[in-house]
């Protein structure tokens, strides 16, 4: 099984605004964040916010399916525009945009991978727009991340780079290099050290788990962690 991630990309928004946001959206659905210095990837309720260039990343818990909501509601409820971002088993990666809760754009570079019957106009909403995204980023060109919005040929032999100072190729992990541009922080370096703060996140679909306290451990170390570049 690939690598499955799931992100909110909150523009111009502090840390500490979309800290009570998240809260505000996690209470809804019957769950709770409490920050807990403790917590590491091996706990399936992390959560991590980090801060930089004006700009909040939220990287969700393994197991947390309810990214797309709560970018919603952030979204909704800050008046922001909010990335919902998310790489699916190590396959794709793919954005939602939200402005003030609406869906103004979208991207996935394999359109058709859960329905190889999808309509023509479904098709082209998965496109990704960068003229759209622009208008919402304003710090941003279109040239700037164009090369990302394209659809992925899944015969080439070899994949290439977007741009020549990208990290990563046509690939998963090329969402890494997106962020970079729109100037959104991924939370934990590479070191596997968390960039911002560490969150204990539950809520009625993702069930709060006991501590490492009081469960009996067991090795991991040849386990891939969630979050890391595989």
């Known amino acids: 099984m690939g690598t499955f991630l799931a992100l909110s990309g909150i523009i ?17 659905v019957g769950g709770g964040i409490e920050q807990d210095n403790t917590l590491n990837s091996n706990n399936v309720n992390c959560c991590i916010l980090d801060e930089a260039n004006g700009n909040t990343t ?19 409820e800050l ?9 699916h088993d190590g396959d794709l990666w793919m954005y939602l945009l939200y402005n003030n809760g609406r869906v103004v754009d979208q991207f996935n570079p394999i359109p058709d991978y859960w329905d190889e019957n999808i309509t023509d106009e479904e098709f ?7 003229s759209i ?21 899944l015969d080439e032999e070899e994949s290439t780079k977007a741009y020549p100072d ?7 992990w090329q969402l890494i290099d997106f962020m970079t541009k729109l100037r959104l922080p991924y939370p934990i ?4 050290i968390p960039h911002g703060k560490t969150y ?14 009081n469960i009996s451990t067991k090795s991991e170390s040849n386990q891939k962690k969630w979050w890391r570049f595989w």
Do not use: C, Q
């Open 189 to 192: 370096d590479d070191h596997e």
């Open 58 to 76: 939220i990287l969700y818990p393994d197991g947390y399916t309810e990214w797309d909501d709560s970018s919603e509601f952030i979204s909704r």
């Open 133 to 153: 995204v622009t208008k919402y980023v304003s710090y941003i060109r279109s040239e700037d991340i164009e090369k990302y919005l394209v659809l992925w040929d």
């Open 12 to 28: 111009g928004r502090s840390k500490d605004e979309v800290l009570a946001s998240l809260a505000n959206y996690v209470m809804s």
């Open 79 to 87: 008046n922001a525009t909010t990335f919902s971002l998310h790489i």
């Open 124 to 130: 082209e909403r998965w496109k990704g727009n960068p």
């Open 166 to 172: 990208d990290e990563f190729t046509k690939e998963d």
């Open 200 to 213: 204990k996140l539950w809520t009625e679909k993702l069930r709060l788990e006991p501590t490492s306290e």
